[in-house]
């Protein structure tokens, strides 16, 4: 390519976003080959097969609950809510990250986000897709799950519009609504792409469908731009408010440990937290796979990294809070839950919380530690782990022992809890896995315009 | 691969066309969006009026030098919003005062701070729907038909090509003078649109 002289990046103090000597054609060709040409690496799969092994466990887990009841997991009273709820809060802090880099970012004229945010909104999508079957099979009757939608039914009765979990279901509802919107809209030219670049008569017609007839004229750029960022604009307070009303769930309840005012900024600083970790613990194994190194530069870990650690610090300064807050009640019920999640049977989890959000991410301070791929890496599995492990401490510690001692007692999980944990987690791999096999899992347009501003475009 | 077709030298001739058969009209390739942005101000200033300009990306400026400024998009949002939300609200009115009253712990029938939750997502989830779709239906998408995708090598339009279009129901649009003008832009090639 002719423009192979103009590499260097402009401000030289920072990491470039974007390394590699990359034309409009050649990184339009680099982006759409991962799915039109497919490259095969081992890693795939390994991936590949361990995910759809556990997709299928998962599945079969689901069709034993249908069948058996909620009765084959470990909850009973007083711990009704345990993994299934649990693995929703956690999954849907996930996808906080992808809507808070997809469109707070775009907001904030970052560039790096451009190589990382439809990968990141993929994992929204998935993940919240994991979290909204999670209450759903946690139902009695989850057949009937579509009763919590207004809809003029023959029994004559509406939702209550005072419960947090109607609530819930518009949150969930409109954040997955608006997640795959804003994903698609931003694919389209992306598929118009695929459709003209594929040489297979099959793939043309379906990537074809998918892009709309897209033309890539000034005016539909023009309208995209302001629906784009119209969407980003709408998507930010969005995902503000999603793990906000989650959190609502919990605090309008009055169990101590639940019922707490600081409950949603806290909720949506470890969503962040925790999201951000994921798209750590998926972009550097994706990167190393896809040989995505000169997109996703060791900038956008770096970066990445640094959001971790603010979130980190946020969630730190919550656990710090919610003690104090149970002493400065003077309420012995509340002051008893902090002691007995420090003290008492779960006393290894909570610590386990501690070690893994508090202290661990200290070690983000250092540069030497963010531009070490496997120790970031290392270090986004402990705290996905410990922010599972928190969503945990915060739903079981404050049921298991509640007001009146002669009802409290424990939750252990059962096989069904772990396979439905561990299904889910492999499913959200393989629809991961999936989608980087059949769509651009990074911007092609917006990574044109990317290397537009680093040079002067002649191909 | 399709690398094969990566930037090989275009043939500046033209193809022998029938020159009496109708077309959608000339298009003009470019290398670079700065010289697609010319001109198309150009073309704009010398009077045409449909004329099209084809990126692979959002070009700055483009939209602008065609005389398009105003695309709707951010009102139809905001009265989808405004929709989405009034709907909602007065659905809970309706339901929990009108419909189906029940004494939630002693709270008033029309207890609004409790119908603000739905109210809120449910005008993000207006908004966005009617981003969308604005977004969609005044491009004139789906149509997955159009004239212009016989342009040669259009595909590129798609990839690193940038082209403009001046349409035949233009009525300056004369073939031999639109063609000398559009080769007065310094294109890689003129070539007529068969429709």
Known sequence: ?459 | MPGARIDTPRDARDPPVDHAAPIHGLIAEFATDAALVEAARRATAEGYRNVDAYAPFSVPGLSDALGFRRDRVAPLTLLGGLLGGAGIYALQWYTAVIDYPINSGGRPLHSWPAFIPATFECTILGAALAAFFAFVLLSGLPKLRHPIFNAAEFDLATRNRFFLCVEAVDPRFDRPATRAFLQSLRPLSVSEVPL
């Open chain 1, 1 to 459: 390519m002719a423009g192979a002289a103009v590499t260097r990046n402009v401000d030289e103090s920072r990491l470039p976003v974007l390394t590699g000597a990359y034309s409009y054609a050649s990184i339009s060709d680099k982006i759409s080959d991962i799915v039109l040409v497919r490259p095969s690496h081992w890693g795939f799969y390994v991936a590949f097969a361990l995910c759809t092994a556990l997709t299928l466990l998962f599945a079969g887990a689901i069709a034993y609950l249908f069948y058996e009841g909620v009765g084959i997991w470990g909850i009973d009273i007083p711990v009704a809510w345990a993994f299934a709820i649990t693995n929703f809060v956690w999954w849907v802090g996930i996808g906080h990250a992808g809507t808070f880099i997809s469109a707070f970012l775009l907001l904030l004229r970052q560039k790096w986000r451009t190589s990382v945010n439809r990968f990141a909104e993929a994992m929204t999508i998935f993940a919240v897709a994991m979290a909204g079957l999670m209450p759903i099979l946690h139902l009695g009757r989850p057949w009937f799950f579509y009763w919590l939608v207004p809809y003029p039914d023959i029994m004559n009765v509406w939702p209550q519009w005072r419960s947090p979990l109607v609530w819930d279901i518009f949150a969930i509802g409109t954040y997955i609504i608006v997640s795959i919107v804003f994903w698609y809209m931003g694919l389209i030219p992306d598929l118009a792409t695929l459709r003209d670049r594929a040489e297979h008569r099959g793939k043309q017609i379906v990537y074809g469908i998918f892009a709309l007839g897209w033309r890539g004229e000034a005016r539909q750029w023009h309208r995209f731009d302001t629906a784009y960022l119209l969407l980003a604009g709408l998507a930010t307070p969005l995902v503000i408010s999603v793990h906000s009303v989650v959190s609502l769930d919990f605090s309008i309840g009055n169990t101590p440990g639940w019922h707490s005012t600081i409950f949603p900024p806290y909720f949506v600083a470890g969503a962040l937290f925790s999201g951000f970790a994921m798209a750590l613990t998926i972009s550097i194994p994706l990167r190393a796979i896809f040989g995505l190194r000169d997109f996703i530069t060791s900038r956008h870990l770096d970066n990445i990294a640094k959001i971790m650690l603010v979130c980190g610090l946020l969630v730190a300064y919550s656990y710090a809070i919610e003690i104090f807050m149970a002493f400065y009640s003077g309420d012995r019920f509340e002051e008893y839950m902090v002691i007995n999640r420090m003290t008492g049977p779960y006393a290894p989890v909570y610590w386990a919380v501690v070690a893994c959000n508090v202290v661990v991410p200290q070690a983000l301070w250092f540069k030497r530690v963010r531009l070490s791929t496997l120790t970031l890496f290392a270090i986004s599995i402990v705290v996905n782990v410990g922010m599972w492990l928190e969503r945990f401490m915060i739903i079981v510690t404050s049921l298991h022992r509640d007001f009146l001692p002669s009802s409290w007692d424990m939750f252990y999980p059962t096989f069904w809890d772990w396979a439905i944990l561990l299904g889910s987690l492999g499913m959200f791999g393989w629809l991961f896995l999936m989608f980087v096999r059949f769509l651009p899992a990074i911007s092609i347009s917006e990574m044109r315009k990317l290397v537009r501003e680093r040079r002067d475009g002649e191909t």
